[in-house]
T-cell receptor, first 114, second 113 residues
Framework: EAQVTQNPRYLITVTGKKLTVTCSQN?????MSWYRQDPGLGLRQIYY???????DKGDVPEGYKVSRKEKRNFPLILESPSPNQTSLYFC?????????????FGPGTRLTVL | SQQGEEDPQALSIQEGENATMNCSYK?????LQWYRQNSGRGLVHLIL?????REKHSGRLRVTLDTSKKSSSLLITASRAADTASYFC?????????????FGAGTTVTVRA
């Protein structure tokens, strides 16, 4: 089944404790991205990747890191999480051209930073 | 990057009625997409309409795009309880920034039985 998977789905952590949210897609998509969703603000793009080893900042990259060593995986890293990073996170992927095509979204990761 | 704005923020309709929501954006676009999100779940793509298209249909969905007014509308006909969800428009800027997709805050639709 074609899908985007994220893990974990739920995470409660404490300020400053490094964490990684994994994202994997099985559709051979070149474009992958991370969004955070906060009430009243819609989805805001954190980082995106056009292809392996090619990443760039979205609209709200501060406090986040990403890497794209393999085509299928695009992990989101929070080196030192803070309470303002409490949010619902979505990974998405699409064929080449990113915004030219429909995005396939993962199920989301609900993160709480205490 | 620009962000679309949906209107209204919330909409409550009776089953069988039509639901219309609008999206406005600020700068020229490459395409505009509509997505649906059931409570707390991942977004699902509904329709993509390109800047040179004016109208597109998919089942009970009809999307229009007016680039002169920088606006789009999504019409859901003969609504069902399963249409209860939040609906988002997303815009892609023209080249060379067409790799970024910007989402609005969404319209929450409630369909009453």
């Amino acid at each position: 089944e074609a899908q985007v998977t994220q893990n974990p789905r739920y995470l409660i952590t404490v300020t400053g404790k490094k964490l990684t949210v994994t994202c994997s897609q099985n559709m051979n998509h070149e474009y992958m991205s991370w969004y955070r969703q906060d009430p009243g603000l819609g989805l805001r793009q954190i980082y995106y990747s056009m292809n392996v080893e090619v990443t760039d900042k979205g609209d709200v990259p501060e406090g986040y890191k990403v890497s794209r060593k393999e085509k299928r995986n695009f992990p989101l890293i929070l080196e030192s999480p803070s309470p303002n990073q409490t949010s619902l996170y979505f990974c998405a992927s699409s064929f080449w051209g990113g915004a030219h095509n429909e995005q396939f979204f993962g199920p989301g990761t609900r993160l709480t930073v205490l | 990057s620009q962000q679309g704005e949906e209107d209204p923020q919330a909409l409550s309709i009776q089953e069988g009625e039509n639901a219309t929501m609008n999206c406005s954006y600020k700068t020229s676009i490459n395409n505009l997409q509509w997505y649906r999100q059931n409570s707390g779940r991942g977004l699902v793509h509904l329709i993509l309409i390109r800047s040179n298209e004016r109208e597109k249909h998919s089942g009970r969905l009809r999307v229009t795009l007016d680039t002169s007014k920088k606006s789009s509308s999504l019409l859901i006909t003969a609504s069902r309880a399963a249409d209860t969800a939040s609906y988002f428009c997303a815009t892609a800027d023209p080249f060379p920034n067409d790799y970024k997709l910007s989402f609005g805050a969404g319209t929450t639709v409630t369909v009453r039985a």
